[in-house]
């Protein structure tokens, strides 16, 4: 791969060597999907295996483990399978138990990846329980055009569905997504919640010098709020700091990355090495003469090969794909934003905002994906992508900058003017002495 890629830096672009590039990224390609990881495990934590829960899905929509049986019977999985083949859209469910350290980790978004990529369809719409078996994760592919993750999201919280069962809560997600409404009911359950919130009395702070509150009574405010975020179905909680400062950072909290590490590294894999390719291929057909920015791209797809052969986790990877994005704006006109800061893998970002990171006094402009910057403005935490630090799992930008240079860029959000590349960072050794002194023998 290298070798190709040398090729294409000294000799002039010719229509001849795509094909080459493009037999030896996918020979490349295939080699990767031999790959294994967790995710990639034949069998379910509990129940079938994934290709029992695969062949039945390629004949119904719907697949529910027999520990499930009970909460959604034979005749409640019939009218839910009803309800999906009145909406008309490619939705299927599957319930099965998760457990931490099963096959997935426990993790609803690496079974919902694997469900993916064995089923294989061009377009799909998965509704899977989450980890506690009662609440709901929705997933599209390709684009969430239907509002599936607002849909899942918003069963959690809607007042009639607070003691409902698990066949309720599909039901009605299938129901929003059909009718388009998730975002909607979204927004307005969370509202609701959030006036409720602070419609309660104000419970003074027990470690503050005035407050009379006992030990028992700050057990039973910490219960409640704990009860609270469960029924807002997972949803971020901000600790806000009862202090007259308005603009008080936001507290990103550890479940947030608890269940990332055991993502689908090896279809995170294929993903980054068909970007590599398709920038490839995109190279050589760009025209020299017509396309001011064919080197830089040209030097994008090489950075990007470079990172790809020594990914070690799924920082690295995400960062073959923020350096593919950058050659494929090199090769377009006009200016273009980096992919999301919070995850590359949530795509490209929508527009920059000022953001303070915890801890820190100074804000940071960045570019963040429609969804970040939602949750920004709702004052919730991002879904950021998480990694391994010194035997803690937090946030990639909380690793010190010296030792990852995707900490030290935001994946192309905190680059200094047009001349500082990320491909510019990885040509002067960056990545390779940033993985060099992130190396830690006992994580």
């Known amino acids: 791969m290298s070798s190709d890629r040398q090729t294409v830096r000294r000799q002039p672009v010719r229509r001849p060597y795509a094909a080459a590039l493009s037999a030896a990224l996918l020979l490349g390609m295939v080699l990767l999907l031999g790959t294994g990881g967790p995710a990639r495990a034949d069998s379910t934590p509990a129940g079938g295996s994934v290709t029992t829960v695969v062949d039945a899905l390629r004949t119904g929509p719907i697949y529910v483990d027999p520990a499930f049986a009970a909460a959604v019977t034979a005749a409640q999985q019939k009218e839910i399978a009803d309800r999906i083949a009145a909406t008309g859209l490619p939705i299927k469910v599957v319930l099965v138990p998760l457990t931490k350290g099963d096959a997935f980790d426990g993790d609803p978004k690496s079974l919902a990846a694997v469900v993916n990529e064995r089923l294989g369809l061009p377009q799909l719409i998965l509704l899977t329980n989450d980890n506690y ?83 028992h009574t700050s057990t039973v405010v910490a219960v409640v709020t704990v009860v609270v975020v469960v029924l807002a179905g997972g949803l971020l909680l901000v600790r806000r700091r009862r202090s007259s400062r308005r603009d008080a950072a936001f507290a990103l909290p550890a479940v947030v990355f608890a269940a990332d590490r055991a993502a689908d590294e090896a279809g995170l894999r294929r993903r980054a090495a068909a970007e590599v390719l398709a920038l490839g291929e995109a190279v050589n057909g760009a025209d020299g003469t017509t396309t001011p920015g064919l ?15 020594g990914a070690a986790d799924l920082a690295d990877l995400a960062g073959v794909l923020a350096l593919a994005a950058e050659g494929r704006a090199a090769l377009a006109t006009g200016p273009a934003l980096p992919l999301c800061f919070f995850d590359p893998r949530h795509g490209a970002a929508d527009a920059r905002t000022s953001w303070r990171p915890l801890g820190r006094r100074d804000r940071v402009d960045i570019a963040a994906c429609p969804d970040c910057l939602r949750a920004l403005r709702a004052r919730r935490a991002p879904e950021a992508l998480a990694v391994r630090e010194q035997g803690r799992t937090v946030p990639y930008f909380e690793v010190p900058a010296e030792r990852s240079l995707w900490a030290a860029t935001g994946y192309g959000s905190l680059l200094s003017g047009p001349d500082d590349t990320l491909a510019a960072r990885v040509g002067t050794g960056q990545f390779s002495r940033a993985r060099h002194r992130s190396a830690d023998p006992t994580d």
């Open 133 to 215: 078996g009662t609440w709901l994760t929705g997933t599209e592919w390709p684009t969430d055009t239907h509002q599936v993750r607002d849909s899942a999201n918003a069963v959690a919280m809607v007042k009639e569905l607070k003691d409902a069962g698990l066949a309720a809560r599909v039901g009605r997600a299938v129901e929003l997504i059909g009718t388009g409404k998730g975002t909607e009911v979204y927004k307005a359950e969370s509202d609701r919640l959030d006036r409720e919130h602070s419609a309660r009395p104000h419970t003074p702070d027990p470690d503050s010098p005035s407050s009379g509150g006992s030990s």
């Open 295 to 309: 080197a830089r791209a040209l030097d994008a797809y090489d950075a990007a090969g470079r990172v790809l052969d």
